[in-house]
């Protein structure tokens, strides 16, 4: 479990741990805007088990996934802030 | 895909789901297992990258054995006629057809909103940990874990453990009251130990009671928590909130088959807390629940209602029955904890100011709410509850505020792709 993946965020390059969620892998990252909330507030995750949908982002293309649920895979392309 | 048959369905592989896999299972019955998360284990047995151990890792073992199939990351979205659901697994969905199912969906963290705590930062308290155990790195970090329930020690003796600074625990309930759970602890074997152990564990970290958070500052990140104590509120400078007001129910799943699944027959609800295991079997052969969303009690309950229902849906009555004492003993405890944690509805309300958001998809403030009737006039003025939680988190936390019963769900019970049921035909295609 100690090898290290290549993921994208916002079209940066991270590695991070195999095993990680993607919503944990942003928190390191620093990201402080998963999703910008209707009237435009920055949000990150808050229930960390697929209840709130605050963690929601981009996966590969796919909008809307709450990556609380998602683990982190090589080449992963994850965008935030939607 | 092709249709999925299964003798016995288990919707949830927490404690409950997979306590019940494993009875029915090993009388012979051909099992499904489904659960919404990457790995099986639910919320309590949540491993850290997914590497089970212990007691969920010898269930699954078992359940490995007896040939279970088991599907992680499947979500069941629907009621289909004839005995089926539509579950939405890996960007697909798929009827599940069974002769008999299990509910078993857990619980989940109950959020009461504070003025700030949209603020990134701001934690569920279990949401932190279960980050943590995502991999989410709080070295170093200042926290404060607040709310409600036995939770918060567990919280804070595992976020000390993996190198968080915790700075304070902030439970609401008073001492007096805690010290009355206490004491009913000892009737059930094991509960004061567990208990023992936490607070060991978390020795060296200021316990409070009677303390609520009333406010989370910061401009574009949380920077401090206000927290009152006996009419004194202090700010409290820290980098993360962990905060969650006990537990309620994860019912969608009960109601969705109680509705659209078995015309005239009901799952008695009183409030959150769907029916137990023995009502349901007097009511129906086909449909059990089991653990938590059957009234919030802790994994030994769980684990207990999970044999039980499994056993009665695998047709093995003479076992099932055999429960009776130890169930009532873990109810009684139950009670006496869930009373403990009450939330007093004032102390609430005092803390709420009217640009308060209570309602995190839609932007709904407290000031646009506070004078409707019910949940449904809110809803139809505010658009509160509407969004992609459909009422998950704020539903309960108006049931708090003021009392609104919140409980009716429609397909599908997250929000789905059209190309997640694309794939799906119906019978007359």
């Keep these: 479990m100690s090898e290290n993946l290549k993921i994208k ?3 940066a390059e991270h590695e ?67 | 895909m092709a249709d999925r048959r299964t003798e016995i369905l288990v919707i949830g592989g927490g404690p409950a789901g997979l306590a019940a896999a494993e009875a029915a299972s090993s009388h012979g019955k051909q099992v499904t ?35 279970v199939e088991m599907i992680p990351s499947c979500t069941c979205v629907a009621s289909l006629p004839d005995k089926r659901i539509l579950a939405v697994s890996n960007g697909k969905s798929f009827p599940i057809a069974y002769d008999k199912v299990i509910i078993a969906t857990g619980a989940r963290e109950r959020f009461i909103p504070v003025p700030g ?45 993996k190198g968080g600074n915790v700075l304070v625990i902030a439970e609401q309930a008073s001492a007096k009251k805690l010290i009355k759970l206490g004491l009913a602890s000892l009737r059930v074997p094991g ?14 970290i200021r316990y409070s009671t009677g303390s609520v958070v009333t406010a989370a500052h910061g401009s574009n990140l949380l920077e401090a928590v206000a927290v009152k104590k006996n009419g004194r509120t202090s700010n409290i400078e820290c980098d993360l909130l962990a905060v969650g007001y006990h537990l309620t129910g994860n019912t969608e799943v009960a109601l969705l088959l ?20 023995e009502d349901f079997l007097y009511e129906h052969e086909d449909i059990y629940c089991a653990g938590e969303l059957a009234g919030i009690g802790g994994v030994e309950k769980s684990l207990l209602e999970g044999r039980r229902a499994g056993l009665a849906a695998a047709g093995v009555e003479g076992d099932a029955r055999g429960f009776a004492a130890e169930e009532e003993r873990l109810g009684r405890f139950a009670s006496a904890m869930n009373r ?82 694309a794939n799906f035909k119906t019978e007359k295609d």
């Design chain 1, 16 to 82: 991070t741990a195999a095993g990680t969620i993607v919503a944990s892998a942003l928190l390191n990252a620093g990201i402080t805007a998963f999703r910008t909330s209707v009237k435009g507030e920055p949000r990150v995750p808050l229930c960390g088990m697929g209840i709130c949908f605050e963690c929601r982002v981009t996966i590969d293309g796919v909008a809307n996934v709450r990556s609380c649920l998602e683990p982190v895979c090589d080449g992963m392309e994850i965008e935030t802030g939607g």
């Design chain 2, 33 to 67: 297992v489904i659960d919404e998360n990457p790995a099986f284990g639910g919320q309590i047995w949540r491993a850290e990258k997914s590497a089970l151990s212990g007691k969920a890792k010898q269930l699954v073992d078992v359940l490995e054995k007896n040939g």
């Design chain 2, 340 to 421: 403990t944690f009450e939330l007093d509805r004032d102390t609430l309300l005092e803390i709420m100011t009217d640009d308060t958001i209570v309602c995190r998809c839609e932007d709904v403030e407290f000031g646009k709410i506070k004078d409707c009737d019910n949940f449904i006039k809110a809803k139809l003025q505010t658009r509160i509850g509407m969004g992609s939680c459909q009422g998950r988190v704020c539903g309960s936390a108006c049931e708090a505020l003021f009392g609104w019963g919140t409980n009716s769900i429609r397909p599908p019970i997250v929000p789905l792709r059209v190309s997640e049921l």
């Design chain 2, 117 to 161: 705590w949209t603020l990134p930062g701001v934690f569920g308290a279990g949401g932190l940990q279960a980050l943590v155990k995502g991999g989410y790195d709080i070295g170093g970090k200042r926290i404060v874990v607040a709310g409600t329930g036995p939770l918060l020690l567990a919280v804070a003796a595992y976020l000390k453990k």
């Design chain 2, 258 to 277: 109680d509705v659209f699944a078995l015309e005239g027959t009901v799952i008695a609800l009183e409030g959150q807390k769907a029916a137990t295991a």
């Design chain 2, 191 to 204: 509960k004061f130990a567990e208990a023992m152990k936490l607070r060991i564990a978390t020795a060296g």
């Design chain 1, 9 to 11: 965020i916002d079209g």
